[in-house]
């Protein structure tokens, strides 16, 4: 299309919007190398594409690798044309960490463009580490008690008095060692109660 002035019009697209047209379209939480927890929650931005506002749009949440779960969640809105938002949704255990992938989509009813309601997405998480109370100093002889720092719910320890291969000498999130009469390193194991395995720190003892 073409004036008298000069200016020129090319390549002119028109395109109907959906009344209703919404997607998810970044996770927004947990960052990559974060460090999992037990009970962690995934957050995501839902976009409007559409021509009206939405409320209540339900999503779905598919998590496999490191970790696995199924989630659902709903964001109330309402959600202007145009606007971004986010929903919360959870819990899943990523506490040993690892690479999680994520598949994530909404399902509003009416959605006039299904090619934009999904995100997939790969994150890589850190194990939290294992840390430990060290004991108040114990007379030789003596038994000394270590104990999990804030352990959380669920989550169940063994204890060794090797670094490799040994079999655990005491179960649970605190440990009473025997008499102590020489200096001696404990380590423990965290193990959820899916059977998955934690990370050793051994920068305590006796």
């Known amino acids: 299309i073409s004036s008298s002035d000069g200016v020129t019009f090319d390549d002119l697209r028109l395109r109907k919007i959906a009344d209703v047209d ?51 969640g709903t964001l109330a809105g309402p959600l202007a044309p145009g606007a971004t938002a986010t929903v919360t949704v959870g819990p899943v255990d990523l506490f040993n960490g690892g690479t999680i992938n994520i598949d994530a989509k909404t399902a509003q009813m009416g959605d006039g463009d299904a090619t ?3 995100l997939l997405a790969s994150v890589t998480l850190a194990p939290t580490a ?29 204890w060794f008095d090797v670094a490799m291969a040994g ?18 390193t404990y380590y423990v194991e965290r193990s959820s109660t899916t059977g998955q395995v934690g990370p050793k720190d051994n920068t305590f003892g006796t």
């Open 116 to 118: 934009n309601d999904q």
């Open 22 to 72: 919404v997607g998810v379209t970044a996770l927004t939480d947990p960052a990559a190398l974060a460090c999992g927890l037990s009970q962690d929650q995934l957050t995501f931005a839902i976009t409007n594409f559409g021509g009206k506002a939405q409320s209540n749009i339900p999503i779905t949440v598919a998590v496999t690798g490191a970790a696995t779960a199924s989630l659902m």
């Open 167 to 184: 079999m655990p000498v005491g179960m649970g999130a605190t440990f009473m060692t025997p008499p102590v009469t020489a200096k001696t």
């Open 130 to 158: 294992v840390t430990v109370t060290p004991p108040a100093k114990a007379c030789l002889g003596d038994p000394a008690s270590l104990a999990v720092t804030a352990p959380p719910m669920g989550e169940s320890y063994e």
